[in-house]
């Protein structure tokens, strides 16, 4: 911080430039220390914000505890004790650690058994927090084991600037155990480098501003870091959350003008030339059942975007069972009736396998018109491509792509990466399961325009798997419109939803089994997840489904499915348990999407404890699909807080809207985000759950920002703040003009 703030504040972008040497005492062993915390930068020290905050306005003393209660103490380390344990090769004497702790109130003794790197860890002089049970050992109180963190080392200032009776607030930061730093260290980094940061410039207008309820930034940083009263955190949090999300959604509006402003879309076909019935009337015509509303609504919505100028973006949502499906479908025969090529991706090769089969039947006895036939029509024709097709098969789908005689095509990604090239690729849907990024849409638009660069975009189709929040989807998904199926088909029974806790309950769910089969109904067993390989739990299951056939389930027909067989011994026990050959299918989450099978009324799922909220609502989904009862069990003897929450949000609910939400609220945006996009890691403050309204202002500021300036040249501060979180491709592409 050598020049000087200009009149108009200070910039995160000076901030970036500036490595944290610059600030006072900090040499190459505190900056190594503060990279171990991502901190190289003094913006990056400022964004560091705490964790929590102690407010020691509000501390109870020492003189005030009682025994038996559950206690926090904010106290000085005034006495450390650790006999040295006993060495050598005889019974060590437990390690135990004594320390006394001292406030305006009173002392306390502390003790830790076991602990021995406590001795170290609190030294005399030292700021702590305790938070546990107090109990009494000979008249005095104290606590045993509780948790402790370091507020301010013995070196780390006095009572002057604020000791535990002066009644400030502390921010506790986020450390690693490897930086050997102290909270109270980082803080008074933090303040030296806003002390000489002074004024921030303000990117966000004061107008908007003050319509949101938004406080400057400078009086946010101050709040976030060095708050007076606790009064000042959360409308500081607000502020800076509000930042973090308006440069995300500002990063998806540009990214959505750029493709529209170079966009070379395909506005397809919505009726026959010829007249006579299209595609996609013969297709709902020759659907067993009616659509739902939903449905119809839907396909609605993508026909106007497919009938367009611009390339569709779109997102599909609904729930588990909604019929997506049958939407994808028709979205991609809209492309074919125009004589383009639709392509239905899929995140795994068994999942791409069980679309083509679904698509297969869907689509079976189509026609399109072809006048390189005698008749001037031939059958639609669907293939599949992953990277299991045999090389044969495989040339023969490439070259019906490339010639057009191949209309329908199913894969994975491989689709976009290997050598495939498309005589016209129209229609693109995507069974997203969060595992696509934007990397891959752009491949897909290259993919359209050919290798001449001749072609054209295509439209493009997102589907979740299963919903996530109407707000986190407005990050996640930001780029794309939103469609969302929010009606399930007629009859759908919700599915009866137990955990069981111990093998005597368990006995219950292979009693239901055997009641169903007896009554002409088909279970499946799910089998424990192995994370990491697929070899083991493929192994488990084989084992599983020996012991339930001999023991649980004997005299059943039992059979098995997991992703180590070959595709022809899966498609064979598919068949045998659709036909009814089979009663029971034990399987690994191979089955989680696409299969459907009405008579399955039972799902029974081992050690579900290992799955997650998104999954056993996926599994769940696949019985209940007939329109009479059914029944799903939750095996598992776990009693962690988070499997309990999630079990019982199962047993509660059976909308995969409502258990989207307790999905978020569990796991925090964190995985929802994950590595998926970058730019999004910079979500630091905002709370997806908690301030969906910030997410909407946000969106709603950002798109009136590039309204008619689409550069962002009226706003340049935002621009530079934009690249500070963004890597230098999505910037290239975001500001290229
Ligand atoms: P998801 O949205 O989970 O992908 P699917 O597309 O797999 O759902 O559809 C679930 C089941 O519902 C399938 O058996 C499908 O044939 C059936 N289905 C779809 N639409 C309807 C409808 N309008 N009426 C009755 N059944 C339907
Ligand atoms: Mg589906």
């Known amino acids: 911080m050598t020049s000087p703030a200009t009149s108009a504040g200070r910039r995160l972008g000076q901030l970036a430039e500036l490595p944290v040497t610059v600030l ?40 005030q505890l009682a025994e038996g209660e559950k206690a926090t103490v904010l106290a000085s380390v005034t006495r450390v004790s650790a006999p040295p344990s006993r060495q050598g090769r005889g019974r060590r004497a437990p390690a135990r650690v004594q320390v006394d702790l001292a406030d305006r109130g009173g002392r306390i003794g502390v003790v830790f058994f076991n602990q021995a790197w406590r001795a170290k860890q609190l030294p005399v002089g030292a700021l702590v927090l305790a938070f546990g049970p107090v109990s009494s050992y000979r008249d005095r109180l104290q606590m045993v084991n509780p948790t402790v ?29 490897k930086a050997a730093l102290t909270s109270a260290r980082v803080g008074r980094l933090v303040h030296e480098a806003l002390d000489r940061a002074g004024e921030f410039a303000d990117p966000v207008p004061g107008e908007a501003r003050s319509r949101l309820g938004l406080v400057d930034r400078t009086t946010a940083f101050a709040g976030i870091h060095r708050p007076a009263s606790m009064a000042e955190v959360e409308p500081a949090r607000r502020r800076l959350a509000f930042d973090e999300l308006l440069r995300l959604q500002l990063a998806l509006v540009l990214r959505r003008q750029r493709l529209h402003e170079d966009a070379r879309g395909i506005r397809h076909a919505l009726e ?21 509303g939903a449905q119809a609504r839907a396909i609605d919505d993508l026909a106007v975007d497919l009938g367009g100028p611009l390339p569709m973006h779109r ?123 934007v990397e891959q849409r752009a491949a897909l638009r290259d993919k359209g325009r050919g ?46 939803t137990a955990w069981l806790r111990t093998p005597l309950e368990s006995g219950q769910a292979w009693a239901r089994v055997r009641e169903q089969v007896g009554s002409g109904h088909r279970a499946f067993v799910v089998c424990p997840l192995v994370e990491g390989s697929d070899k083991i739990e493929a192994a488990s299951a084989t084992a599983e489904a020996g012991r339930l056939a001999d023991d649980e389930l004997a005299g059943l027909r039992v059979g098995l499915l997991h992703g180590q067989m070959r595709p022809a011994d899966k498609e064979q026990a598919m068949d045998a348990f659709r036909s009814g050959e089979l009663d029971v299918l034990v399987a690994t989450t191979v089955i989680e999407v696409g299969v459907d099978v009405p008579e399955a009324s ?58 989207a939400d307790v999905d978020l609220e569990l796991r925090g945006e964190g995985t929802l985000l994950g590595a998926r996009q970058k730019g999004r890691s910079d979500l630091k403050l905002a709370k997806l759950l908690s301030d969906r309204d910030l997410v909407v202002d946000a969106r709603g500021l950002a798109v009136d920002l590039v309204d008619g300036d689409p550069r962002l040249d009226d706003h340049p501060l935002l621009g530079e703040e934009l690249r500070l979180f963004i890597d230098d491709d999505e910037a290239e592409f975001l500001f290229k003009s």
Not at 44 to 50: K, N, R
Not at 272 to 292: D, M, N, S
Not at 610 to 616: E, H, K, N, S, V
């Open 602 to 659: 039972v799902m029974v799922i081992e050690d579900a404890d290992r799955f997650g909220i998104a999954q056993l609502h996926q599994l769940r989904g696949r019985v209940g699909r007939g329109g009479e009862p059914a029944w799903c069990f939750l095996l598992s003897e776990s009693d962690s807080p988070e499997s309990t929450a999630r079990l019982e949000a199962m047993e509660r609910s059976t909308d995969g809207f409502v258990l």
């Open 149 to 177: 963190e370091v507020l301010r080392g013995p070196d780390e200032g006095t009572t002057e600037d604020g000791g535990p009776a002066s009644g400030r607030i502390y921010p506790v930061y986020p450390l690693t155990d």
């Open 24 to 63: 006072r005492g900090v040499g190459p062993g505190v900056a190594a220390d503060l990279a171990e915390l991502g901190i190289t930068t003094v913006f990056y020290l400022v964004t560091h914000y705490p964790r929590r905050y102690i407010d020691g306005t509000r501390m109870v003393t020492i003189d």
């Open 451 to 496: 290798d001449d660069g001749t072609g054209r975009d295509p439209d493009l189709l997102v589907m979740t798997a299963t919903p996530i929040p109407r707000t986190a989807a407005m990050v996640v998904f930001g780029d794309l419109d939103m469609t969302v199926i929010d009606e399930l088909p007629p009859g759908r029974q919700p599915v009866a």
């Open 272 to 292: 026959r030339a010829e007249g006579g019935a299209t595609l996609i009337e013969q297709f709902t015509g020759g659907l067993p059942f009616p659509l739902t």
């Open 315 to 437: 997102l599909l949502q609904g729930d588990v069972g909604a019929g997506k499906t049958v939407v994808a479908v028709a979205a991609l025969l809209i492309g074919v009736e125009g004589g383009h090529q639709g392509a239905l991706m899929a995140p795994t090769e068994v999942l791409a396998e069980q679309h083509a089969t679904e698509v297969r039947r869907l689509v079976a006895g189509l026609v399109v018109s072809d006048p390189s036939t005698l008749e001037g029509r031939r059958p639609l024709q669907v293939a599949l491509l992953t990277s299991r097709t045999a090389a044969s098969e495989r040339a023969s789908v490439q070259a019906g792509l490339a010639d057009g005689s191949v209309d329908l095509i199913v894969g994975t990604h491989a689709l976009l990466t290997d050598r495939v090239a498309f005589d016209s690729l129209g229609v693109v849907v995507i069974d997203e399961q969060h595992r696509f990024g």
